[in-house]
């Protein structure tokens, strides 16, 4: 009989010795006057911005192109279902390519590197002429979105000092709200073809950005550059006395310097925070936020509301912008845990399952558990964005709003009995958290 994800037993979590008040007291003011790693931050998450911008571009394009008088770019339904689902193909491709990726070039180059189909991706569909441009266009700004989605969470979480680290977790979610309201805003304005010339943009700002900022000191020492790796993390908390911090790093590297084997896969102290972080990903797509977001004018027009559906979207947008950003401001406050359970979406759901996998993923799997995450989110919502309109038309639109509602529903227990609760605590404290099968930390 299997065990389960995590069980009750054992002594009081203390694992790691806590730092002298006076270094956790000097790191804390450090990581919040210190610019740098919010600056590093930041650069990361325009990658966001962009897959946000990306992701909900057919919301205006759609209804757009359905009423072109163009043959080669009119979109019946089922095109139109292709158009807005293709995303979510790429999406998973750049999940399973960040399985080697992460760990191969490194969180920042990874990250960088998505630029390449991103830039692409958005030309293709500002020039495109036929239907298998746009296919294709949103294919590789798919494939660059599941990408960034695997390594920036990671990425910010590897830099972040735990004091902050929830509130900069919320980041990758907050820019891609941002991203996403920023199109909704910008469809009131400009043509579908300038909406993807404008999405360039950010590209190109996040690879200026990022080429100046370090790697992932724990990448570093994963790769034996340990001087490099002090001298990151030295820019980055804008303190030469980072040492104790950096001890702590380089011997929890230093006992996992190998990769999980499959045997060691079978472990329940490497299998059970994997799991937890796949399973999340599984049931946030499953709460239809992509299908919702991808359609969203369409949803609109098939309702009463009384404003026009492109002015509702923007109002989600906004709505949802908020939202995530009270998630920040209160998630090293109130905890995960408890937004997980009171909150919408966006304050609960949407950043931290981005900032939960990042956080209990153990490092010697992170890369390749990371990337496993984004593969399955996507492939999960591509299903779902190719026949929610296929749904909607067949059975309107309460038959899927009825299932999202049950599978949040579904969620809540899943937090209940598997989740726990990470604020407060470093990455390598979380990490060794596994292996004393304590069912949450003590505060």
């Keep these: 009989m299997q065990e389960p994800l995590l069980r009750a037993e054992g002594l009081d979590y203390d694992t790691f010795p806590e730092a002298p008040a006076s270094q956790r007291e000097r790191s804390r003011a450090g990581a919040l006057q210190n610019r740098r790693v919010f600056l590093a931050t930041f650069a990361a998450v325009l990658g966001n911005f962009s897959f946000g911008y990306a992701l909900v571009y057919t919301s205006p394009v759609i209804p757009a192109l359905k009423l072109s008088s163009d043959p080669a770019l009119h979109l019946n339904k089922v095109q139109a279902s292709w158009f807005g689902s293709v995303f979510t193909l790429g999406a998973a491709a750049g999940g399973l390519s960040a399985m080697v990726l992460n760990d191969l070039l490194g ?3 990874s990250i960088m590197f998505s630029a390449v189909p991103s830039v692409i991706g958005y030309a293709l569909m500002a020039g495109a002429h ?30 972040a000092p735990p004091g902050v680290r929830g509130a900069l977790g ?41 080429s100046f900022m370090p790697n992932s000191p724990r990448f570093l020492l994963s790769k034996g550059r340990d001087e490099e790796a002090l001298q990151a993390l030295t820019w980055l908390r804008a303190d030469s006395e980072v040492h104790w911090e950096f001890e702590q790093i380089q011997d929890n590297v230093r006992r996992q310097s190998s990769r999980v084997s499959w045997a060691e896969a079978r472990d ?9 972080a796949v399973l999340m990903r599984f049931l946030q797509q499953l709460t239809g936020i992509t299908p919702i977001l991808v359609y969203l004018q369409t949803i609109f027009d098939n309702t009463s509301v009384v404003l026009p559906s492109q002015q509702d979207a923007a109002i989600v947008g906004a709505v949802r912008l908020v939202s995530v950003l009270i998630a920040a401001v209160t998630m090293d406050l109130a905890g995960r845990k408890v937004l997980l359970y009171v909150s919408g979406y ?6 931290i399952t981005w900032l939960l996998m990042s956080e209990v993923l153990p490092l010697r799997a992170r890369g390749v558990a990371s990337g496993l995450c984004v593969l399955v989110s996507w492939l999960t919502a591509f299903v779902l964005t190719k026949y929610f309109l296929l749904a909607v038309n067949a059975f309107g639109l ?9 599978i949040c529903l579904l969620s809540l227990l899943f937090t209940g009995c598997c989740v726990p609760e990470t ?21």
């Design 398 to 406: 309460q038959v899927p709003f009825f299932f999202f509602s049950a």
């Design 268 to 276: 329940p102290r490497v299998y059970r925070p994997i799991l937890i």
């Design 107 to 109: 969180r920042k180059l």
């Design 130 to 159: 036929g239907l298998w441009m746009l296919l294709l266009g949103r294919m590789l700004t798919g494939f660059a979105g599941g990408l960034t989605a695997a390594c920036i969470p990671v990425y910010v979480s590897e830099i």
């Design 423 to 443: 604020r407060g605590r470093s990455l390598e404290q979380i990490e060794a958290f596994f292996h004393t099968r304590r069912m949450s930390f003590r505060p």
């Design 346 to 351: 966006a304050m609960g759901w949407g950043p």
């Design 170 to 210: 919320a980041t990758p979610q907050l820019m891609a709200v941002f991203g996403s309201l920023s199109l909704y805003a910008l469809g009131l304005l400009l043509p579908w073809r300038w909406l993807a010339v404008a999405g360039e943009g950010p590209v190109l700002i996040m690879i200026l950005l990022l």
